[in-house]
Nanobody, 125 residues
Framework: QVQLVESGGGLVQAGDSLRLSCAAS????????MGWFRQAPGKERDFLATISWTGSRTKYADSVKGRFTISRDNAKNTVYLQMNSLKPEDTAVYYCAARAAIVTLTSTPSDYDYWGQGTQVTVSS
């Protein structure tokens, strides 16, 4: 069992940056591919980024490519999402998720085994 806790969300202005963290406990994250998703009120949960268990491969949604960067520090059992040039449409609850490591990186929420509780990001215009 893996417990995931997101942090780093908050209220920012358009154009600002935030770095979200996802800390794991229970098991080492080095056995898991990790992903970040977000969900705005009344909308589906959207894929943002995923990273392989070694950190050597990443995949991004087109909507955030070039603005968001996913990274991980397995020694700290933590995954990060650096978000730059934030826009009001980035407002959502942000979730990290873990998937038992296999070759394929996936953007499908149902493929992930564990989820955090989410952290709110609000971007004002």
């Amino acid at each position: 069992q893996v417990q995931l806790v997101e942090s780093g969300g908050g209220l920012v202005q358009a154009g600002d940056s935030l770095r979200l963290s996802c800390a794991a406990s229970g098991r080492t994250l080095s056995s898991y591919n990790m992903g970040w998703f977000r969900q705005a009120p009344g909308k589906e949960r959207d894929f943002l980024a995923t990273i392989s268990w070694t950190g050597s491969r990443t995949k991004y949604a087109d909507s955030v490519k070039g603005r968001f960067t996913i990274s991980r520090d397995n020694a700290k059992n933590t995954v990060y999402l650096q978000m730059n040039s934030l826009k009001p449409e980035d407002t959502a609850v942000y979730y990290c998720a873990a998937r038992a490591a296999i070759v394929t990186l996936t953007s499908t929420p149902s493929d992930y085994d564990y989820w955090g509780q989410g952290t709110q990001v609000t971007v004002s215009s």
